[in-house]
């Protein structure tokens, strides 16, 4: 090779020498290369400016030349939890038993808590280097934890939403049958007792509004159960969702079952609650939309497991597309369900395919100690689940 040549083969490599060393000291991220006992051999600009990586109490910096592992047992000396952490996961790359480690720690600054995330790797071409680094994710934990709270935020509100519909349809379903049935029952007393006194031309006009009474006094009825039966708060879910199923099969004609197995005593009074709402709607979607034929209800105690499915044989539907559509259009039978399941403690799954049916599926875990509806004087809140 010519001299020439030579010359220009060197500042080539010094040329892309600099360019590494440019794109590793742009980075914000803070890098160091180790050797295979430890000794940083090489930083970039952030790490350098950076000073102490860890904790203003170590004593030796993290500075070219040091060790960071003794950088590392000082920190955890001084209590440093995720420093003795990350002493291992360094070990262990150096070692090369794993090919990453990566551990978040905090600091508390000036300006509050700042979030790290400490990584670790084999250097390229090298036995036993690792380049390790830190980054500050105090952004992203940030946006995370505002997030983990308006969540949190959403579920007490919704918690509440519930609850304040369940109070009102409970409320409104008594005043329809006790107040309003009442009043329309002493009217057609009055209207009876009018028909033997008065002569046969006025007798049709009152027969027309005693039939009228009949029927709004029968809507009423119907109206005020279906808004809460008093069966789910009197007799238990076993007979208000054989209540529920009997109404449905006389409304639709389908072949509607209802199955208990291992219930021997009542369930409290909330999970109660949310089961039956949880079969009405699944029900209700299953013979509003699924063009089924048969449709099962079941109801199974095992190894404190409360399982409630609602299955039926009809054309099953894609649940993302529905989800969407869902939220796009206001539905909120999928929604609810899940959500009514989740604030009880429970899991809500709905496994379907198009064309193979549907099964709707919430199981709760008991724990032993809830008290059943027959010794508790009824919370119908679902804040008592919690
Ligand atoms: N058992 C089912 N079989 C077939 N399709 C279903 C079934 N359950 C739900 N779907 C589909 O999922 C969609 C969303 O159901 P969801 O209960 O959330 O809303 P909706 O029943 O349309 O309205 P809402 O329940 O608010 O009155 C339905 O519109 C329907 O297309
Ligand atoms: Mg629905």
């Not at 590494?20 to 000794?39: C, Q």
């Not at 919704?158 to 009442?182: A, F």
């Not at 007792?193 to 009474?213: N, V």
Request: with cysteine; glycine share 8%.
């Amino acid at each position: 090779m010519s001299r020439q040549q030579q010359a220009r083969v060197e500042e080539a490599l010094r040329a892309s020498e600099s360019m590494k060393r440019g794109i590793l000291n742009s980075l914000n991220t803070r890098i160091a290369v180790l050797d295979g006992k430890g000794i940083i051999v090489a930083t970039n600009k952030a790490w350098d400016s950076y000073g102490d990586t860890r904790s203003p109490s170590y004593k030796a910096p993290a500075a070219l030349g040091n060790n960071y592992f003794d950088l590392l047992q000082d920190a955890a000396d001084h209590g440093d939890a995720s420093a003795e952490q990350s002493m291992n996961s360094l070990r262990s790359v150096i070692d090369r038993e794993t090919a990453f480690a990566s551990v978040e720690y905090e600091r508390a600054g000036p300006g509050g808590t700042h979030w790290f995330v400490a990584r670790a790797m084999p250097l390229e071409d090298s036995i036993d280097g690792a380049v390790v680094s830190h980054e500050d994710i105090t952004d992203r934990m940030l946006a995370h934890h505002a997030l983990a709270d308006a969540n949190k935020r959403l579920q007490a509100m919704s918690k509440r939403v519930l609850n304040i519909q369940e109070e009102e349809r409970r409320g409104i379903s008594r005043e329809l049958h006790d107040d309003i049935g009442q009043s329309l029952t002493a009217l057609k007393i009055g209207l009876h007792r009018l028909a033997q006194r008065i002569g046969d031309e006025h007798k049709e006009i009152l027969m027309q509004c005693l039939s009228t009474a009949d029927l709004t006094l029968e809507k009423l009825r119907n109206l005020s159960l279906e808004l809460r039966p008093p069966q789910l708060d009197q007799l238990g879910l076993d007979e208000a969702l054989h209540w529920l199923a009997d109404q449905q099969r006389n409304n639709t004609g389908l072949d509607i079952s209802c199955h208990f197995a291992g219930l021997t005593e009542r369930l409290p009074a909330v999970l109660e609650g949310v089961c039956y709402r949880i079969a009405q709607e699944a029900l209700n979607n299953a013979t509003r939309h699924a063009k089924a034929t048969k449709i099962g209800i079941r109801v199974e105690l095992s190894d404190r497991l409360l399982k409630l499915a609602i299955h039926d044989d009809g054309v099953g539907f894609d649940i993302d597309a529905a989800r969407n559509k869902a939220l796009r259009t206001g539905s909120l039978g999928l929604i609810s369900m899940e959500e009514r399941a989740q604030l009880a403690g429970g899991r809500l799954k709905v496994r379907t395919v198009p064309g193979g049916g549907t099964t709707v599926q919430a199981s709760f875990a008991l724990s032993g100690n809830e008290k059943s509806t027959e010794n508790e004087s009824i919370d119908h809140t679902l804040v008592s689940m919690s």
